[in-house]
C-alpha cells in the first residue's frame, strides 16, 4: 500500500485539478489521516492552490507533519497557494500602500510578491529534480495567480513562458518551480502540471519505486478520494450536495427542483435532448464592480447543491474570477474554461461549445467582462462581451450595482443598456440592481424598469457587508468567506427555478461584422 495525500483545508481547491490521479488520503488542518498523525501514514502529499496563504489555513498540526515528512525524505508538491504555504512568506499587498505580508513555513527559501498571471503556459526546465527527470520542455499547464513573482533562495528547475502578465502583453519567462537541497520538497505555479504531463506523473511513481499493482491501488483509491470531496460545498463547511437529481437537459422539471423530490442520479439520466450543449446564462453587467463574481458563485453553488454539474467560464483571461465558484462547487478548471476576446483567453466560444457538449455538465454559467459592451468597438472580432451573447444567442442576466450612484442612476443605466442590447438582438432574461440599500425605492423603481425594458423579471440583491480587501478576485481574497456569503446570498434573494428558466441551449451562429456592430453607435 502506498499513500499520497490531499491536502483538504479552507481555502484550497482539491476539486480544481486531479493532480494526476494520485492523491489516495485527504488530509485535514488537523494533521490527521484517518486519526493517524500524516507523516505515519503518507508517502507524499500534495497541497493545491487557492488562497492558503490569504486565509492562514495551513494550522500549526499540518505544519508539524509536513515538516516531519520533509525531514523523512517523503516528498511534497505545493502548488500556486500550496507553494506558498512552503516558502518564507508572500506579500499579499496589492493596491495596498504598504507590504502586506502572510508568512509560510519556510520548507522553502523563496519570498513571493504581486506578479498577476492567467496564462495557459509552455515551461521548460533547469536543473534536475524527480519531478522534471528527464524532462526538458514542453511541460504544459496554467497559471493562475496574483503572486506570483518569485525571489528564490533555493535551486530553479521550471521556468514558463508567459505571453501576458499584470495585463500587459508580454514575452517572456519567468521563474515558476524551485526544490530544496534534498530533492524532495517541489513548490510549482503551474496548475495541472500532473493532469497534462503523463511523464511528470511517471517520475513521481519512480520516486515511490511504485509497481503496476501499486499505480492500479493508488488510482483506485483517488476515485474514492474524489467521491468524498465532492460530498460538500467548499470545505468543511457541513453543506451537503444532494445527490441524487432529475434533469432532463433543457426541460428542466423545477417542481422537483424546489420539492427536493430526486428519483435517480443526474448522470444517468437519458432522454432526448441529452447530446444538446447544457442550458446556458451569462451573467454580463453595465459595468466593473458589479458584482458578477459574486452572483456567478452564488447560482453555481445553489445549482451544485442541488445536484447538478455546472461548468463555470470566463469570458476574457481572467480566470481568477471564475475560481471562488470552483472553490464552492468543487468543479475542475477546464481548458476552455476562458472564452478568448481577441488574443486575450484560452479558447474561441464555437469551440467551446463543442467542448462543454461532449462533458456531463448540466448547466453552463459565464461571467462576463467589465461592461458587455467593453471592447465592442475594437476592430479585433469578437472583443466584448455581447458580441460573445450574440453569436451563441445565449441570454444575459444583466447586473448594476447601485453603489456607486444609487438606485435611479443603476436603472437609467440598465434602461440604455437593455435598449441597445434588444436592437442588438440580446435576449435579457432578467435584470439585478445589486448592493440594494433602500427597498422601498427600488420596489418604486422596479415597475419603470419593467416598463421601459420589457423585462419581467426585475431583481434585487441587498447590499451585503464583507471586508472588500478579503472579497476581490483582484486582491486579497478568502475564497471561504466570500463564496459562502454568495451562496447564502443568492439562495434567500433569488430564486433558483427562476434562474433556470432563464437558461436556453445555446448555439453558435457566428460573429457580427465590425460594420454590422457600427450600426448601433
Known amino acids: 500500500m502506498m499513500n499520497i495525500g490531499l491536502a483538504y483545508i479552507k481555502g484550497s481547491l482539491p476539486g480544481f485539478e486531479d493532480f494526476g490521479n494520485l492523491p489516495t488520503n485527504i488530509v485535514k488542518s488537523n494533521g490527521l489521516v484517518n486519526g493517524i498523525k500524516a507523516h505515519k501514514v503518507l ?41 506558498q504555504s512552503l516558502a518564507n512568506q ?31 503556459v509552455e515551461a521548460y526546465t ?44 508580454v514575452d517572456s519567462s519567468v521563474l515558476s518551480g524551485v526544490r530544496n537541497d534534498d530533492g524532495n520538497v517541489i513548490g510549482t505555479m503551474i496548475h495541472g502540471i500532473l ?18 499493482e501499486t499505480k492500479k491501488q493508488i488510482f483506485e483509491d483517488n476515485k474514492k478520494v474524489k467521491k468524498v470531496i465532492k460530498t460538500e460545498l467548499a470545505i468543511n463547511s457541513g453543506i451537503a450536495i444532494n445527490y441524487p437529481v432529475v434533469i432532463n437537459k433543457g426541460i428542466v422539471s423545477t417542481k422537483k427542483i424546489a420539492n427536493n423530490d430526486f428519483s435517480k442520479s ?56 471564475t475560481i471562488p465558484a470552483l472553490y464552492l462547487t468543487k468543479g475542475k478548471m477546464e481548458d476552455f474554461a476562458s472564452i478568448k476576446i481577441g488574443h486575450l483567453g484560452w479558447m474561441d466560444i464555437e469551440e467551446t461549445l463543442k467542448r462543454v457538449k461532449k462533458l456531463d455538465y448540466d448547466f453552463v454559467v459565464i461571467e462576463g467582462v467589465m461592461s458587455v459592451f467593453t471592447g465592442l468597438l475594437n476592430e479585433k472580432i469578437p472583443y466584448s462581451g455581447v458580441e460573445i451573447a450574440i453569436s451563441s444567442n445565449i441570454p444575459l442576466l444583466l447586473v448594476s450595482g447601485v453603489n456607486k450612484g444609487g438606485i435611479e442612476s443603476a436603472a437609467i443605466d440598465l434602461i440604455a443598456h437593455s435598449k441597445i442590447l434588444k436592437e442588438m438582438g440580446v435576449n435579457i432574461n432578467g435584470i439585478i440592481l445589486n448592493k440594494v440599500y433602500d427597498m422601498k425605492i427600488f420596489n418604486e423603481i422596479a415597475t419603470f424598469i419593467e416598463n421601459q425594458t420589457g423585462v419581467e423579471e426585475i431583481l434585487a440583491i441587498p447590499k451585503i457587508k464583507l471586508d472588500e480587501r478579503k472579497t476581490t478576485p483582484e486582491v486579497e481574497i478568502n475564497y471561504d468567506d466570500f463564496s ?30 465590425f460594420d454590422e456592430i457600427k450600426k448601433y453607435f
Open 266 to 321: 443526474i448522470h444517468n439520466s437519458h432522454n432526448t435532448c441529452e447530446n444538446n450543449i447544457p442550458p446556458t446564462l451569462m451573467i454580463g453587467s453595465t459595468g466593473s464592480d458589479s458584482g458578477k463574481t459574486f452572483i456567478t458563485t452564488g447560482i453555481a453553488g445553489a445549482l451544485t447543491k442541488k445536484g447538478f454539474k455546472v461548468a463555470i467560464l470566463k469570458v476574457g483571461p481572467d480566470v481568477r474570477d
Open 195 to 212: 493532469d497534462n504531463n503523463p511523464l511528470i506523473v511517471e517520475n513521481v511513481f519512480n520516486f515511490l519505486d511504485a509497481t503496476g
Open 90 to 120: 508572500t506579500d499579499v499587498g496589492r493596491k495596498s500602500p504598504c507590504p502586506i505580508i502572510k508568512k509560510g513555513i519556510g520548507l522553502l527559501d523563496v519570498d513571493f510578491s504581486p506578479l498577476i498571471n492567467n496564462d495557459r
Open 484 to 513: 459562502l456569503a454568495a451562496l447564502d446570498t443568492i439562495e434567500k434573494y433569488l430564486d433558483l427555478e427562476t434562474i433556470i428558466q432563464m437558461m436556453p441551449i445555446p448555439k453558435f451562429q457566428g460573429y457580427l461584422s
Open 126 to 169: 533547469k536543473n534536475d529534480s524527480f519531478l522534471t527527470h528527464k524532462i526538458k520542455d514542453n511541460i504544459r499547464g496554467f497559471h493562475s495567480h496574483t503572486y506570483g513573482n518569485i525571489e528564490n533562495n533555493e535551486i530553479p528547475i521550471i521556468y514558463s513562458k508567459l505571453r501576458r502578465a499584470n495585463y500587459s502583453d
Open 43 to 83: 508517502d507524499g502529499i500534495i497541497i493545491p492552490g487557492g488562497s492558503i496563504i490569504e486565509a492562514n489555513s495551513l494550522g500549526s498540526d499540518l505544519e508539524k507533519e509536513l515538516k516531519k515528512i520533509a525531514s523523512e525524505g517523503k516528498f511534497i508538491i505545493g502548488i500556486c497557494s500550496g507553494f
